[in-house]
């Protein structure tokens, strides 16, 4: 099973038969994802001011997001999120058939960059892939229980991701 993030376009579910492209309106979304339990969600961020709602499900191991503004009432926003106790999940989540969630998050960048994706790292575990996903780990860091530094900094994997419609800037 797996989840699809497809760039300019949206998500393709396949255990739900769907896909979704940025744009659809927000009832339609609700009825494709009709066989899941589809919950109101908060995302932090969006202005009260701004007609914006969100979706949320989970499935797999991991919990999807469905985030609607700009027009109102139309998807511009899927992200998904892991469990930090299961590092691959049940679910592998691709974005240009490299699995966000499977590998060490050095190595994930390291693919999409390979892969010919412009990548820009905005600052402590933030990762700007061709200004349409946003990539989220918490970076390792600190010291043993003995108070000491490991030999050897064990791997970060990726905890969000966050696939736009479009980003300016």
């Not at 744009?23 to 919950?39: C, K, N, R």
């Not at 001011?49 to 139309?74: C, D, H, N, Q, R």
């Not at 050095?106 to 402590?124: K, N, T």
Request: aromatic share 8%; with cysteine.
């Amino acid at each position: 099973m797996e989840i699809h993030l497809l760039p300019g376009t949206g998500v393709r579910l396949p255990l739900l038969a769907c896909q979704l492209t940025f744009g659809t309106a927000e009832h339609d979304v609700v009825a494709a994802l009709a066989s899941v339990d589809v919950q109101e969600a908060f995302v932090c961020g969006f202005r009260a001011e701004t007609p914006v709602s969100a979706k949320t499900l989970s499935v797999g191991g991991v919990t999807i997001t469905f985030g609607f503004s700009e027009m109102p009432g139309a998807l511009n926003t899927v992200a998904v999120g892991r469990s930090a106790d299961d590092l691959a999940g049940a679910v592998a989540v691709a974005f240009d058939d490299v699995d966000l969630f499977g590998w060490p998050a050095d190595d994930v960048v390291a693919a999409l960059r390979h892969a010919g994706h412009e990548v820009h790292h905005s600052g402590d575990g933030n990762v700007w892939i061709d200004r349409q996903l946003w990539l989220f780990y918490q970076p390792h860091g600190g010291t043993t229980p003995a108070g000491r530094k490991p030999r050897r900094e064990p791997p970060s994997y990726l905890n969000h991701v966050c696939l736009y419609s479009c980003r300016q800037g």
